[in-house]
Nanobody, 123 residues
């Protein structure tokens, strides 16, 4: 189970931090990450981070590089998404995702989804 939180309303240029706490088969998880879906658009990849190595690999969508930072706390089975310099184009429902193996992780095809948390950026 994935429980996302931290969404809300923020002005352009502001910051938010999303959290995603995992429970259940956490020891089997390969990685976690975030997707987002804006109104009338398809769900898109935002960021991911591997969980199984101390030197975790991670990746970002080009649209958020340099503004968003994904991090993890393995002890808490929680992944965070620090979002800075937000702009109205970042408005979307953000979904937490879990990858259970290297293939799903590499293909950005999560095995599990959490519920969404709405982020609204006003201009």
């Amino acid at each position: 189970q994935l429980q996302a939180s931290g969404g809300g309303l923020v002005q352009a240029g502001g910051s938010l931090r999303l959290s995603c706490a995992a429970s259940g088969r956490t020891s089997s998880m390969y990685g976690m990450g975030w997707f987002r879906q804006a109104p009338e658009k398809e769900r898109e990849f935002v960021a991911r981070i591997a969980l199984i190595w101390s030197g975790a690999t991670l990746a970002y969508a080009d649209s958020v590089k340099g503004r968003f930072t994904i991090s993890r706390d393995n002890a808490k089975n929680t992944v965070y998404l620090q979002m800075d310099s937000l702009n109205p184009e970042d408005t979307a429902v953000y979904y937490c995702a879990a990858y259970m193996n290297r293939v799903s992780y590499s293909n950005r095809a999560p095995n599990y989804w959490g519920q969404g948390t709405l982020v609204t950026v006003s201009s």
